[in-house]
């Protein structure tokens, strides 16, 4: 896939913020359970975009370090700007994500959203 532009950081200082933040709560296993369901991207001004989650990839990583990224695939136009999307799933609800192209046919394009972050500390 190239080199990976796309993170998700989570610097170790904001350890009371995460617990509110709804993104901070889903994993690799999370996204797993919904292979192959569809993202609403909402595009301000223009008709929202269907994106189909198709892959979850979580390399080998130390085990204070999350790593995880999550392939999407979409139309091939519109294609999304690389930057933070709203979606919107039936089951997730409302996230914010980073995404970036990573690929494109005749028919569709392929985004992906990276993400590095420290694991939390057991209790």
């Known amino acids: 896939m190239g080199l990976r532009a796309a993170f998700t950081w989570v610097r170790s200082g904001?350890?009371?913020?995460?617990?509110?933040d709804p993104l901070y709560k889903l994993n690799s296993k999370i996204f797993s359970q919904h292979l192959n369901s569809q993202f609403i991207v909402h595009v301000d001004g223009a008709p929202s975009i269907?994106?189909?989650l198709r892959e979850v990839n979580e390399p080998p990583s130390p085990p204070n370090i999350e790593m995880f990224s999550l392939i999407f695939?979409?139309?091939?136009?519109?294609?999304l700007n690389q930057q933070i999307h709203q979606l919107?799933?039936?089951?997730?609800?409302k996230i914010g994500l980073f995404l970036t192209?990573?690929?494109a046919d005749q028919q569709s394009t392929s985004?992906?959203?990276?993400f590095h972050r420290l694991r939390p500390a057991a209790k």
């Open 88 to 93: 919107e799933h039936a089951v997730l609800g």
């Open 14 to 20: 904001e350890m009371a913020d995460e617990m509110n």
């Open 111 to 114: 985004y992906e959203s990276v």
């Open 73 to 79: 695939n979409g139309p091939q136009a519109p294609r």
């Open 50 to 52: 269907t994106l189909e």
């Open 101 to 103: 192209t990573v690929g």
